[in-house]
């Protein structure tokens, strides 16, 4: 959009808000320099799982025990392994061959590694990432991921059908579990950190999505248009409400001392999960989606596809796909 000239530069009207909101958010709204939009709110990645189903398969449950027994994403798979011996439950879901190649990017965000280097310049080759594709693989090869596409009809079924014990994701998951994919198992799911490729690793956490609210650069009310978005995502009331109220985390800093963020939560067993995103969104590295990145998730989740489909090498498909992504950005 900006590329396209449709957004109002407001660097001007932001800037008495640069050192308060996170810093990696600013990074995805910044474009030569100048601002293009206000950030709303960010998606620090946790863990949520079911308490319930991990306890019946004699895994630690409290929060505090998994956080201790769960630090790594070779507990993680420890964990699954358990799971789907003693109870047959799984521990994701996900498809190897409609992924949306989402648990694939946040595993490599938190290595501060993405599609491409900080010049822009391709890296699906780059051994770090053809081990996380590998690591994700391994989980579906090993029948610890049930699959389905995420976010169809099928995958928001499996979660009130007690199939899935866990969600790597974004904050914004607080509100919609308790209203969308799982209403009906208030107490039945905790919060524990992102699992960490090892725990000396700097990063423990990534983000995913998270919003932002802009301006047409061909609005006839820009004016307006900056004072709703100051009111709503300039606030502290504003921001509070809209964490309590649809558990969107803000990306506005100075809302971290309210109250708020130390109430217990019923639907997460009483357990004050809203602390934990401000200490994970503390442990984010700042990456730029960039304009490619359409392009570049449809090679990976195609990459995925032909490893599952045609049990193909995870190396030498991420090499075939780096080649691709560069013919077609050039």
Not at 27 to 43: E, H, L, N, V
Not at 93 to 105: H, L, M, N, R, V
Request: proline content about 5%.
């Amino acid at each position: 959009m900006i590329n396209a000239g449709a957004l109002l530069d407001i660097s001007s009207k932001t800037a008495p808000y640069k050192d308060k909101m996170n810093s990696f958010k600013w990074t995805d709204a910044t474009k030569d320099g100048k601002i293009y939009a206000m950030p709303w709110d960010s998606g620090p990645v946790v863990m949520f799982y079911r308490n319930d189903l991990f306890k019946n398969a004699g895994l630690p449950s409290d929060p505090k025990d998994v956080a201790e027994k769960l630090k790594t994403w070779e507990d993680y798979a420890r964990f699954a392994q358990t799971l789907k011996e003693k109870t047959g439950t799984f521990m994701m879901a996900d498809s190897g061959t409609k992924t949306d190649a989402k648990f694939f990017e946040q595993i490599i965000w938190q290595r501060n590694q993405w599609y491409f280097d900080k010049d822009g310049k391709v890296q699906l080759d780059k051994p770090e990432i053809i081990e996380a594709g590998q690591y994700f693989v391994n989980l579906v090869k090993k029948g610890y991921v049930l699959d389905v596409e995420p976010w169809s009809d099928s995958w928001y079924n499996v979660f009130k059908q007690n199939k899935v014990a866990t969600i790597v994701g974004a904050s914004w998951y607080d509100g919609l579990l308790s209203t969308i994919i799982d209403p009906d198992a208030q107490g039945k799911w905790s919060v524990v950190p992102m699992p960490k490729w090892s725990v000396s690793d700097p990063y423990s956490s990534a983000n995913d999505g998270g919003s932002n609210l802009a301006i047409n650069k061909n609005s006839k009310h820009p004016e307006e248009a900056w004072k709703f978005i100051e009111f709503m995502l300039g606030r502290n009331d504003s921001q509070v409400k809209m964490l309590k109220e649809a558990g969107l985390f803000p990306s506005l800093e100075t809302t971290y001392d309210d109250s708020a963020y130390n109430l217990p939560v019923a639907y997460f067993n009483n357990q004050p999960v809203r602390k934990l995103y401000v200490t994970a969104v503390k442990q984010v590295t700042p990456i730029v989606y960039t304009k490619n990145y359409p392009v570049a998730n449809q090679i990976m989740r195609n990459a995925f596809a032909e490893i599952v489909l045609d049990n193909k090498s995870v190396e030498s498909v991420f090499k075939k796909a780096a080649q691709e992504l560069r013919s077609k950005l050039n």
